[in-house]
C-alpha cells in the first residue's frame, strides 16, 4: 500500500522514493507524521537549527509490516515513548544513538538497531544520517513466533539489540529487503500481485527470527514434535484441493494444527520435497493440464499460469521447461 504524500515526490536517489510521505521543514509536521506512520510509537523531536530541518519520509507496507526511509538534514534530537512493535533501524550512511539508564545503541552502516515493545529512550540523531526502519507490529510476530514453536508462549519475544549487518544470517534478511525494493520499483512488479505481498511479509517475518538472535533461539532451534500421517495426509489434500491460494507455510501448517518446523519435516521424511515446492508440483501439473485443454487462439500461458498462482512468469517459465522439457507455449499448440 503506497501512503499519501502530503508534499512532492523525492529524488530517485532516495529509497523508496515512488511512496512519499512528506518533505517539511516544519519540526511539528515532522513529528506528526513520525507518529503516523509508525503508529503508537509517541516522540517529541527537537533541533538546535530548525531552519535547517530538512525532513524527508518515504514509506510502503508489505503487508503488516512497515518499511520507511527517514532523513532530517541536520543534527536532531529523538525521545521515543513505549511502542507495541518491533523496529529494525538500519543507517544507510552516517549513524544514530539510542540510549536510556540502561542501554547505549550504535547503529551505523554495518550495525542495525532493534528494538523490541517496551523499550523508551532517546535518539541522537546525525544530519548526515539516512535510514531504513522495519516495523512489525508485535502481535503478528508473537503469533509466527508460537506457531513455529508449535506452543503459545508466556514470556514476550527480546530481540537482541544490535543485528551486525555482515553476519551471514543477517546478509539473507537484508536480500530480502532488497528484492522486495527491487520489485516496488519496477513497473508491474511482483508485489503489485496480493499473493506476492503475503509472501514477502511472511519471508520477512520468519527470517527476521531466524537472523536475530532473541530469547525462544534455542527453542526454535530444537527437534519439533513429529507430525502424524494423517496431519501430513490432510495438509497435501488441502494443497491438491486449492493449489490456486496464495499458501505460506504458517497458515497451511495453522490448517492441520502443526507447527511449521513439524509440517516440513514429515513432508520431508513423507515425500522428500518442502511444502511450498509440492505445491509447485501441484500448480504446474494444473497449468499443463489446462494448457493441454485450451485453445492458443482464445487461452494465454500467461492466464493459465496466473490462475494457479505463479506471480512471476520467467519463474514460472523455468520450472516448467524443467518439469516437461520443453515450453508451456509448446504445450497451448498442441
Known amino acids: 500500500m503506497t501512503r499519501r504524500s502530503d508534499e512532492s515526490s523525492g529524488s530517485a536517489s532516495e529509497l ?64 521515543t515513548g513505549e511502542t507495541e512493535s518491533y523496529y529494525v533501524n538500519i543507517p544507510l550512511h552516517g549513524r544514530t544513538l539510542w540510549r536510556n539508564s540502561q542501554l547505549r545503541l550504535l547503529s551505523t552502516p554495518s550495525v542495525a538497531a532493534v528494538l523490541s515493545p517496551g523499550m523508551r529512550g532517546e535518539v541522537v ?110 495438509a497435501i489434500e488441502l494443497l491438491e484441493a486449492h493449489p490456486e491460494r496464495p499458501w505460506s507455510v504458517g497458515e497451511l501448517a495453522r490448517e492441520v494444527h502443526l507447527s511449521t518446523r513439524a509440517l516440513q519435516q514429515t513432508f520431508a521424511r513423507s515425500i522428500g520435497l518442502s511444502p511450498m515446492r509440492y505445491l509447485r508440483q501441484v500448480r504446474l501439473a494444473r497449468v499443463h493440464a489446462d494448457l493441454l485443454d485450451a485453445s492458443p487462439e482464445e487461452t494465454t500461458v500467461a492466464e493459465v499460469a496466473a490462475r494457479w498462482g505463479f506471480v512471476h512468469h520467467g519463474h514460472f517459465a523455468a520450472a516448467y521447461r524443467t518439469r516437461y522439457g520443453h515450453a508451456p507455449a509448446e504445450t497451448l499448440r498442441r
Open 16 to 79: 523508496l522514493a515512488g511512496h512519499p510521505v512528506l518533505r517539511t521543514s516544519d519540526p511539528a509536521q515532522a513529528a506528526d507524521a513520525l507518529e503516523r506512520v509508525l503508529p503508537r510509537i509517541p516522540v517529541r523531536l527537537r533541533t538546535r537549527e530548525s531552519r535547517r530541518l530538512k525532513m524527508v519520509m518515504n514509506a510502503l507496507d508489505v503487508g503488516s509490516v512497515t518499511a520507511s526511509y527517514l532523513r532530517f538534514g541536520t543534527d536532531i534530537h529523538l525521545v
Open 125 to 234: 540523531w546525525d544530519g548526515d544520517c539516512a535510514q531504513l526502519c522495519v516495523m512489525v507490529p508485535g502481535a503478528r510476530l508473537q503469533r509466527e513466533l508460537e506457531n513455529h514453536l508449535d506452543r503459545g508462549v508466556a514470556a514476550p519475544l527480546l530481540f537482541e539489540p544490535s543485528m551486525k549487518l555482515d553476519s551471514p544470517t543477517a546478509r539473507g534478511w537484508m536480500a530480502t529487503l532488497r528484492l522486495i525494493h527491487r520489485e516496488i520499483e519496477r513497473p508491474g512488479g511482483l508485489l503489485t500481485h496480493p499473493l506476492a505481498t503475503r509472501t514477502f511479509e511472511n519471508l520477512l517475518i520468519d527470517s527476521l527470527l531466524i537472523a536475530q538472535r532473541h530469547n525462544y533461539t534455542d527453542a526454535l532451534s530444537a527437534p519439533g514434535r513429529e507430525a502424524s500421517s494423517r496431519s501430513a495426509r490432510a
